[in-house]
């Protein structure tokens, strides 16, 4: 069972695929064996039973590695050819040829046997690989489930850090501006220091912006949930970022079904989280000075709906991904670092997820949330 790592951790990997019959690996193990004991049968003089009963059994051996390595196939197809292979020097009457001397009947029971060994073990080895896969799901999801609860603590946790440096910072603020609306006409326009008063009252603008994105980090506005189709929210953020993709270049395409892909969601924070995402896509994608793809869809995946976002810009670093969703933590020297964490909160809120990885067009962003039944 190979294991890959991945910037999270060490992550589970699918099973392999179930090995060719024809793979050297079978070669070995079966068919060499089967040919090797039926040469042996085949050569043994009929004066020696002993010898005959014992390579009669040593074909349960190849038998028991296929069914083990390759499932009820494998275990079916070894047990087939052995006895076939067997069959003639079983039950041969030709004069001068060397036979099994053992009862007819032991011989038929023989070949009976070989081919339940085969079913039998094969049917337990699918079973064992079954058991395996779901062992396999069982942890990938508590791994994930683990990562959610830690990164929620986390994010819990700077909420009300956020919120109350925010708050804080919020009380000055309102009483600067107030200042600044009665000293602001006493300046003269043509006056000196008008240009730097101007500066003064553009910077209290955008630190009372800041600081209200921090609040909608640490204290996000209540879902407000409704049966909704997730086509829409696609078409949505397509539309709202289109202009921006002019400008720099990029062409947005959009791939959804013709089924409603049916959700519970909040269609405004829903369209607000794809459209931060989108957004640093398209700024990822202006920074390598060319023209790029922008591609958004909408699909279904068992109990699950996605949105999924792809581009091709640079692709994410090992170091990157981890820190992709922490908040401030920003590719671009002029980004705050909370338009991915506000995302992350609202696919919280919405008990989904959203993740990153170097997929589809290059990188690729997938937001999944529990399906609507039908």
Known sequence: MPDRTGPEGPVLSDMPEEPSMLSPRAFVRVWLPIAAFTALHYGTGMEHDWAHDVLRRMYYLPIVLAAFDHGLRGGLLAAAVSSLVYLPHAFSLSPGHHHDPG??????????????????????????????????????????????????????????????????????????????????????????????????????????RLAERFLSFARPSPSELIALDLRRVAEQVAELCVAEARGKRVEVELDLPEAPVAIRGDRDQLASLGLHIAVNALRAIASTGHPGRLRIAARVEGDHALLVLDNDGPPLTVSERPQLFTPFYSGDAQGTGLGLAIAARVADQHGGSVDAENAGLGVRFTLRLPRLAA
Do not use: C, F
Request: glycine share 10%.
């Open 103 to 208: 009862g007819g009947v032991d011989k038929a029971l023989e070949v009976l046997l070989y081919n339940l060994v085969g079913a039998t073990a094969g049917l337990l080895a699918d079973r064992e690989r079954s058991r395996r896969r779901e062992l396999q799901r069982a942890l990938a999801d508590q791994r994930r489930l683990t990562r959610e609860l830690v990164r929620a603590g986390r994010l819990s946790a700077l909420g009300e850090v956020v919120a109350g440096l925010a708050h804080e910072i919020k009380n000055p603020l309102h009483a600067l501006a107030g200042t600044a609306e009665v000293v602001g006409p006493l300046i003269p326009p043509d006056a000196e220091e008008r240009r730097m008063w101007d500066i003064h009252v553009a910077e209290l603008g955008r630190l009372s």
